[in-house]
């Protein structure tokens, strides 16, 4: 299947990005099941059969943008796990930071907010599967395997606290910086 008619005989090369974009704004705006292809290909201004060309179906569109964000945070697990001192503090601090870094920057932040908001869309799912396991490992990084549930209740804690405070504060008037800085201190009070 080809571009629209407006369109080169070549498909344009950010048209997937595109896609990816519109369908995970759209996604998150209104629901994963909510939103159908259609409305995604409008959006776009593009025919359905010109978004076929790139995605074949919704769970598609949201492996292929949900990849590339499990893939920045399994190069984070994969440097954790490179680290000779892994019980030390700096080693924790410097761990969250690598995540908190990766979560203010880029579009992590609005994939974590959809996999938030369409949880039950995605509870069985392979994508979201595979981001909890991330997740996992990367709370498991926090603490040793002989920890006190209360020491892993903390460490976990902590990754959330990163993790959600977009969703926590969205209605505050406050920078992204901002949020960033109150959500860290959370994240290294509960690690202490």
């Known amino acids: 299947m080809n571009e629209p008619a407006a369109s080169s005989a070549e498909p344009r090369p950010d048209t997937r990005a595109r896609i990816q974009t519109v369908a995970l704004d759209l996604f998150t705006e209104q629901g994963y099941d909510a939103t159908s292809l259609r409305e995604i290909a409008e959006s776009l201004g593009v025919t359905k059969a010109a978004l076929y060309y790139h995605f074949k179906s919704k769970e598609e569109i949201v492996d292929s943008f949900s990849a590339d964000q499990l893939a920045k945070l399994n190069r984070i697990v994969e440097w954790a796990r490179t680290q000779p001192d892994t019980r030390s503090p700096e080693f924790r601090r410097e761990l969250l930071q690598r995540y908190a870094d ?14 938030h908001q369409n949880q039950p869309a ?15 490992d990367l709370i498991g990084l926090l603490v040793e395997p002989e920890s006190t549930p209360t020491a892993k209740l903390r460490a976990g804690m902590a990754v959330l606290a990163i993790n959600t405070s977009w969703f926590l504060l969205r209605d505050a008037d406050i920078s992204d910086e901002d ?5 860290m201190e959370v994240a290294f009070d509960l690690l202490r």
């Open 102 to 115: 990766e979560l203010y920057t880029g579009r992590y932040k609005k994939v974590m907010q959809f996999f």
């Open 122 to 136: 995605f509870k069985n799912a392979p994508a979201g599967a595979k981001m909890r396991q991330a997740m996992m």
């Open 179 to 183: 949020l960033r800085e109150a959500a």
